[in-house]
């Protein structure tokens, strides 16, 4: 198992930027963000395999950027162009194993964070 504590939510107005934080005990090969928005299913957001093969889902193309940090065993979320559709509780997820290419199944995640909240004000 991997520990994982997330930081780095808050509240921000439409267009405004986070950068969201997920100390681990130590970096797996496949992590990822997820996100849950009240009333709605936990879903992908962002993967990673190894330090370079990225994976995003639709909405967040262009506006999200997943990258570990070695030097403080941290994965990343910045977060820029913040939408109200972005707002939800955000959670890091490590696998232990290779992604296999599947970075948006919540249940291929062996180790979870408990969670950060994102408010994002029309």
């Known amino acids: 198992q991997v520990q994982l504590v997330e930081s780095g939510g808050g509240s921000v107005q439409t267009g405004g930027s986070l950068r969201l934080s997920c100390k681990a005990s130590r970096l797996t090969y496949c992590m990822g963000w997820f996100r849950q928005a009240p009333g709605k299913e936990r879903e992908g957001v962002a993967g990673?395999?190894?330090?370079?093969?990225?994976a995003y889902a639709e909405s967040v193309k262009g506006r999200f950027t997943i990258y570990k940090e070695s030097a403080t065993n941290s994965l990343i979320l910045e977060m820029n162009n913040l939408e109200p559709d972005d707002t939800g509780i955000y959670y890091c997820?490590?696998?232990?194993?290779?992604?296999?290419?599947?970075?948006?199944?919540?249940?291929?995640?062996?180790?979870w964070g408990q969670g950060t909240q994102v408010t994002v004000a029309s």
């Open positions: 990673i395999h190894t330090e370079s093969t990225t």
């Open positions: 997820a490590a696998r232990l194993g290779f992604c296999y290419g599947s970075y948006f199944n919540a249940s291929h995640f062996t180790s």
